[in-house]
């Protein structure tokens, strides 16, 4: 399954809507990128598979709170 491992975004399912206003489904895709990070606490590469909008917020909150923020259960209310 195509999913980002810092921000969990998967592809989601919407209509192809025709000139004459026919309906058919289609998937939109997430922009998923193999990419690798150096960990300076580690001092290893990470090889991740994140979307665009995951690299942003590795380079704003940096790669290990990206990563521990991504571990961390999520609330549900």
């Not at 975004?9 to 895709?29: D, E, I, L």
């Amino acid at each position: 399954m195509r999913v980002c491992e810092i921000t969990g975004k998967t592809a989601v399912v919407g209509n192809n809507v025709s000139h004459s206003n026919r309906k058919t489904k289609r998937k939109f895709n997430t922009n998923l990128k193999t990419k690798r990070f150096w960990s300076e606490e580690e001092g290893r590469w990470f090889t991740l598979k994140v979307t665009t909008s995951g690299m942003k917020t590795i380079n704003k909150k940096g790669l290990a709170a990206a990563l521990k923020e991504a571990a961390a259960p999520k609330k549900v209310y």
